[in-house]
């Protein structure tokens, strides 16, 4: 107890299952409970990073104090109901932590490359991670290990899934705005050549032929590099087109 008032954590499957079993646990009614969402639930990525809904539920007994609290705490919320909104992006964004709102946080680039280290060690590789803060916006990891086909994988498949768990964990410590990149043996540079060579090739076809290309799938930032590649070229435009990692760029003759 301190200055009057009792906190516990509780979680759940999602946030109104923590908030009930809370109520239930501390013998409250709602209206006495000062209740601040922590964190979503997620099923993770690739089975990896999977949480439970957390939320802090807080009894105060003092009237006085209650308002205090609540005007300095408690965030917005609809009478009983706690309605977790997603965005339409395909990375989900959190809550920004005042500590990472003007630049990253020297323990929020330490935790994310302890998690990676964790994450690619389980899978059985010996590494050395560096990571390099460009600016405030983006964090570059070079990864060295002595199987570099196997980290990358089939078309930088494994590289880019490693690549989305660590977004998804530095926007749950709330750096929605940083963008984090691995790369294996300057990997990335050389896929964008490939890349490059493959808008333009493509882009002839459609010119020659008069007809759409649906090039294979790809992540959000690949897809930028063909739309950057054909961007002045006069003969063809692109657009987006699929749902998650089945998102690929097509191209049609204008």
């Known amino acids: 107890m301190v200055g009057g008032l009792f906190v516990t954590e509780f979680t759940g499957k999602n946030i109104e299952e923590a908030i009930d079993k809370g109520l239930m646990a501390m013998e409250i009614p709602r209206e006495k409970a000062l209740i601040t969402v922590k964190r979503s639930a997620s ?4 089975g990896i990073g999977r949480q439970m809904a957390l939320v802090d539920i807080t009894l ?6 209650t308002e205090t609290v609540v005007h300095s705490y408690r965030p917005p919320m609809r009478k009983n109901k706690v309605r977790a909104v997603e965005p339409e992006s395909e990375v989900k964004k959190y809550p920004v932590k005042p500590k990472t709102q003007r630049l990253i946080a020297d323990q929020v680039v330490d935790s994310l490359t302890n998690y990676l280290t964790d994450v690619i060690k389980a899978m059985g590789f010996e590494l050395k991670i560096t990571a390099d803060v460009k600016n405030r916006h983006l964090i570059n990891y070079d990864l060295k290990t002595d199987n570099e086909n196997r980290l990358i994988g089939r078309h930088g498949r494994t590289l880019n899934a490693l690549q989305q ?16 990149m691995l790369d294996v043996a300057d990997y990335r540079k050389r896929r964008q050549v490939i890349l490059t060579k493959v808008a333009h090739k493509s882009a002839m076809e459609v010119i020659a032929n008069g007809r759409p290309v649906h090039l294979n799938p790809m992540p959000p930032f690949e897809r930028k590099i063909i739309h950057k590649a054909l961007a002045t070229n006069e003969h063809v435009d692109t657009y987006s087109s699929g749902k998650g990692n089945h998102r690929s760029v097509v191209i049609i003759p204008r």
Request: no cysteine.
């Open 60 to 65: 105060v007994e003092d009237k006085k104090k």
């Open 43 to 46: 099923n993770g990525f690739l």
């Open 165 to 180: 768990l660590g977004q998804i964990y530095i926007n749950r410590e709330g750096a929605n705005d940083v963008t984090v």
